[in-house]
């Protein structure tokens, strides 16, 4: 019902900044939870940011906190992650994922989502 199309990544160094997006198809963009999580290779897939259908609640992970910002534009069908700061760490592919409405205490449950992106590719030189 929903499909994901995730980009801006690419490579920047240390400290640097970069957007990502996440262009979601449909009508009811307003009514969904979007989430953004990373992998790196070997690790598992990890919670980073999410913002509520709502628009009223935010969630990050510890290691994000102060540097990166989720937001959503519902005009656009779009939820994006400003991450500034970047660090060698930040490194991995980032998943954008979606659920319908939900409540705003489960965003980070990577299995609570129904949709994913196919991934882009953020890498961070030192």
């Known amino acids: 019902q929903v499909q994901l199309v995730e980009s801006g990544g690419g490579l920047v160094q240390a400290g640097g900044s970069l957007r990502l997006s996440c262009a979601a198809s449909?009508?009811?963009?307003?009514?969904?939870?979007m989430g953004w999580f990373r992998q790196a290779p070997g690790k598992e897939r990890d919670f980073i940011a999410a913002?509520?259908?709502?628009?009223?609640?935010?969630d990050y992970a510890d290691s994000v906190k102060g540097r990166f910002t989720i937001s959503r534009d519902n005009a656009k069908n779009t939820v994006y992650l400003q991450m500034n700061s970047l660090k060698p760490e930040d490194t991995a592919v980032y998943y954008c994922?979606?659920?319908?409405?939900?409540?705003?205490?489960?965003?980070?449950?990577?299995?609570?989502?129904?949709?994913w992106g196919q991934g882009t590719q953020v890498t961070v030189s030192s």
């Open positions: 994922a979606a659920r319908f409405r939900g409540t705003a205490q489960a965003m980070g449950n990577i299995p609570w989502y129904n949709y």
């Open positions: 449909g009508r009811t963009f307003s009514s969904y939870t």
């Open positions: 913002i509520h259908w709502s628009g009223g609640s935010t």
